[in-house]
């Protein structure tokens, strides 16, 4: 089994790079006035594509100075030079004559710039400042050159401080690591042949690998604890394997699927680039998931009584020790005080949850960049000089009816200009058959605002169709209007995603465990952690003191993605405790028929691994907070916190207060579904013993 995982990593490695492709995002929303104000501007404005770099100059002497501006044309002549740069447009100055702001061109969208081009303009800009000039850059291809970090390498760090501290054997830690760090390397390779095929953006292989390394580490880890226990128990290394693999490995089976259940329901929202984060994902938990039933079993078996080898003196605890009495103690009393304990844990919830009311949709632009980059002193220059909404301007395609549209053209400008809310209008751009044109519009408002999602609705709404009477055909497009396409169409597919992946995973749950109450209680218990999480990160983006922590020291929007894909990765991630926790008390209850007894001896015999996957998780998660992409770092706490809030509140208190509460309906199941129902048992007893007593 070992060769042959290491045959499959050699050959990926061979072949893997042949076939790879480069990674790309279309951000634009399927069937939007957007994407078809893209496709126009493609197909009638070739070597452009519509978007552009922003070049903003400051000088004292005033913009216009003739030695100012012989500095800016040579620095604009070399852009113009660079791959993927088109032309510049015409300067525009600002009233005060100190800021002037001209546009690259772009002949390629900007997420498709080569990342050089990206950081020679930079080079050229700070060359060329000084003296009395500043000269800063925009746009999203200078975004990406400024980003930096490598969340998977400090995940990977961190979770191996953790392993150390709660198991204290170098080899027991180094199991679990090297099977996060060969599915990692799989997954990574892997997902550049994904590439080639469909759209894979280039932020999905940082998510895939935290997931990776956060799930496979996990499952690792139950595995192996489950190991460990029967070795102390007295069975021999090949048995403990058997058994291990028998208990904890269907939990790992089941567990995955569901994370994969919910990370392929981002099909369901008709967003393109999801797509790839979607497969990209669920192949990396794929892979950690396959290693971890078939390559460490093979490890665990090769290692036997070795596996509690390099022992660190004062780390770690042998299994059954303190650890799981101390957590069965606490588990009897929740189950003493189930009534309490169930509406404490329920308010505090409920109440992280409240801030999510208040969220606010839209993509983190420049001006939420770090101070200091030259992104955000861009911005900075651009609403001085010009206003907000010159930093995320509208693009108008319109498709003529004749090669002479002059009149309709200068009408739709004009009641362009005057629309509230509008402060600039740029001449009608013309194409070389002339049967197209492009409009410049910049809002008076920011890129965020809601005034400016309302101006975008009015002008597709109320402003434009009386002149397209005329023949002509318009279309409003740009970032901006991109971003509010998504939102809106994210926002009405929601509650499509939500309830198709509870839903799958209730039948999913079901199918295992036997049990209605139980499948429906982790789905509500999931969703109350999900809510949490949404709560937390309506905190971060707000700014403020806790935001500064996370280096967000200005209010932002959330991407419209975000949501359903932290949904995605939290239902399932819960579900990995859920089905750890929960298998385990089943286990004990088909042993003896007693709900109280297996509650707390479930809890006793799993806490210590949940304890410590959770603390790796959030790691894991937090790690992400090392990135510069606000939506990232946005991600990460979101994700950290519910993971955080899962292992605590829910499985510690939710829990054990709820299985109390219920009694003998935990494992009630009509006859009729009985027999219709699949077997997916996830303990290993081909015929359960039918309960004698029932606790109270």
Request: charged fraction near 15%.
């Given at each position: 089994m070992v060769l042959a995982w290491i045959a499959v990593f050699a050959a990926a490695v061979v072949v893997a790079p042949r076939l790879a492709g480069e990674f790309s995002t279309e951000f634009a929303t399927a069937g939007s006035e957007s994407q078809a104000a893209a496709h126009l501007i493609a197909e009638r404005f070739p070597g452009t594509s519509g978007d552009t770099i922003e070049v903003v100059w400051q000088a004292g002497a005033g913009a216009r100075d003739p030695a100012v501006l012989d500095r800016v044309e040579r620095f604009l002549e070399q852009a113009e030079r660079l791959?993927?740069?088109?032309?510049?447009?015409?300067?525009?100055?600002?009233?005060?004559?100190?800021?002037?702001?001209?546009?690259?061109?772009?002949?390629?969208?900007?997420?498709?710039?080569?990342?050089?081009?990206?950081?020679?303009?930079?080079?050229?800009?700070?060359?060329?400042?000084?003296?009395?000039?500043?000269?800063?850059?925009?746009?999203?291809?200078?975004?990406?050159?400024?980003?930096?970090?490598?969340?998977?390498?400090?995940?990977?760090?961190?979770?191996a401080i953790i392993l150390l501290v709660a198991f204290g054997s170098v080899v027991a830690v180094g199991l679990p690591i090297a099977i996060a760090l060969f599915g990692l390397g799989l997954s990574v390779l892997l997902i550049g042949v994904l590439a080639a095929l469909i759209d894979v953006p280039g932020f999905a292989p940082a998510i895939a690998g935290v997931v990776g390394i956060g799930v496979g580490i996990d499952y690792a880890l139950l595995i192996l604890t489950r190991f460990r226990t029967a070795l102390a128990s007295g069975r021999e290394p090949r048995a403990a394997v058997a058994e291990a693999v028998t208990t904890a490995g269907r939990?790992?089976?089941?567990?995955?699927?569901?994370?994969?259940?919910?990370?392929?329901?981002?099909?369901?929202?008709?967003?393109?680039?999801?797509?790839?984060?979607?497969?990209?994902?669920?192949?990396?938990?794929?892979?950690?998931?396959?290693?971890?039933?078939?390559?460490?079993?093979?490890?665990?078996?090769?290692?036997?009584?070795?596996?509690?080898?390099?022992?660190?003196?004062?780390?770690?605890?042998?299994?059954?020790?303190?650890?799981?009495?101390?957590?069965?103690?606490?588990?009897?009393?929740?189950?003493?005080r189930p009534w309490p304990a169930a509406i404490l844990a329920a308010v505090v919830l409920l109440a992280l949850a409240a801030p999510a009311l208040g969220l606010r949709f839209g993509f983190p632009d420049a001006g939420n960049d770090q101070e200091g980059t030259t992104t955000r002193a861009a911005y900075e220059l651009v609403s001085r000089g010009f206003g907000p909404g010159a930093n995320g301007p509208l693009v108008l395609a319109a498709e003529l009816p004749a090669a002479a549209a002059d009149e309709e053209l200068a009408r739709l400008a004009e009641r362009l200009r005057a629309e509230p809310g509008v402060a600039f209008v740029s001449e009608p751009r013309l194409n070389d058959a002339g049967d197209a044109a492009l409009f410049t519009v910049v809002p008076a408002s920011a890129p965020q605002d809601q005034a400016t999602n309302e101006l975008v609705h009015r002008l597709r709404d109320d402003v434009i169709p009386p002149i397209e009477t005329s023949g002509l055909e318009v279309h409003v497009g740009g970032l901006t209007a991109s971003v509010i396409d998504q939102s809106d169409l994210v926002g009405s597919r929601l509650p499509l995603l939500i309830g198709a992946v509870v839903g799958l995973s209730f039948l999913f749950l079901l199918a295992a465990f036997r049990s209605p109450l139980i499948a429906l209680k982790a789905g509500v218990m999931n969703l109350l952690a999900v809510g949490a999480a949404y709560g937390v990160l309506a905190l971060a983006a707000e700014g403020g003191s806790f935001g500064q922590l996370l280096g967000i020291d200005t209010e932002a929007p959330v991407p419209p993605f975000m949501p359903v894909m932290m949904f995605a990765v939290l239902f399932g991630l819960s579900m990995d405790y859920e089905v750890f926790l929960l298998s385990r008390m089943r286990e004990e209850y088909l042993g003896h028929g007693q709900t109280g007894r297996a509650v707390a001896d479930g809890l006793a015999k799993t806490a210590r691994v949940i304890t410590a996957a959770a603390a790796i998780m959030v790691a894991v998660f937090l790690a992400l907070a090392v990135g510069d992409e606000i939506f990232l770092k946005l991600l990460g706490v979101g994700m950290a916190t519910a993971i955080f809030l899962d292992a605590t509140v829910v499985r510690m208190v939710l829990v054990p207060a709820l299985m109390q509460l219920f009694g003998r309906a935990n494992w009630w199941i009509p006859r009729w579904l009985e027999r219709k129902l699949p077997r997916l048992d996830v303990d290993a007893r081909a015929d359960p013993p039918v309960p004698v007593t029932e606790e109270t």
């Open positions: 791959e993927g740069i088109a032309d510049a447009q015409p300067a525009r100055l600002s009233r005060d004559g100190t800021i002037a702001l001209a546009r690259l061109e772009l002949d390629r969208r900007a997420l498709d710039m080569p990342a050089g081009t990206s950081m020679r303009l930079i080079e050229l800009a700070e060359e060329a400042s000084g003296q009395g000039l500043r000269i800063e850059l925009g746009g999203p291809p200078i975004r990406n050159a400024q980003e930096g970090g490598s969340p998977e390498v400090v995940g990977l760090i961190a979770a939990s790992v089976l089941i567990a995955g699927t569901t994370v994969v259940i919910s990370f392929l329901g981002l099909f369901l929202l008709g967003v393109s680039f999801l797509y790839g984060v979607a497969l990209s994902v669920s192949l990396a938990v794929l892979i950690v998931m396959a290693a971890a039933v078939t390559l460490l079993p093979a490890l665990l078996a090769s290692a036997g009584h070795r596996v509690n080898r390099l022992h660190i003196p004062g780390l770690g605890r042998a299994p059954g020790a303190d650890g799981g009495r101390l957590a069965g103690r606490w588990s009897r009393f929740i189950q003493r």
